[in-house]
């Protein structure tokens, strides 16, 4: 019913910065809040940061005070505004998007790979 298009990763210096967009379609009038992860090799997905559709956001304590989440309704796309990064910090990252209840409205996705390295 929704689909998710990721874009924007890709390899940065210890410190840099990276802005990463999540372009949503299909049935996203369901859509209550939108969210990106990311898993790490041999890790669990983990929620990276969250927006819902009031404005309200979270971040995970790993990323705050670096991460930012925003949105643009007109384009219908959510950015992570990743800052400071650190080589902790590299996954591949991935959106999706929740209802009210809950439910992951989309297919997990192939997300887009960040890399934080010298």
């Known amino acids: 019913q929704v689909q998710l298009v990721e874009s924007g990763g890709g390899l940065v210096q210890p410190g840099g910065s990276l802005r990463l967009s999540c372009a949503a379609s299909g049935s996203i009038f369901s859509i209550y809040a939108m969210g990106w992860y990311r898993q790490a090799p041999g890790k669990q997905r983990e929620l990276v940061a969250g927006i819902t559709s009031g404005g309200s956001t979270n971040y995970a304590d790993s990323v705050k005070g670096r991460f930012t989440i925003s949105r643009d309704n007109a384009k219908n796309t959510v950015y992570l505004q990743m800052n400071s990064l650190k080589p902790e910090d590299t996954a591949v990252y991935y959106c999706?998007?929740?209802?009210?209840?809950?439910?992951?409205?989309?297919?997990w996705g192939q997300g887009t790979q960040v890399t934080v390295s010298s």
């Open positions: 999706n998007a929740e209802s009210r209840r809950g439910l992951i409205l989309a297919s």
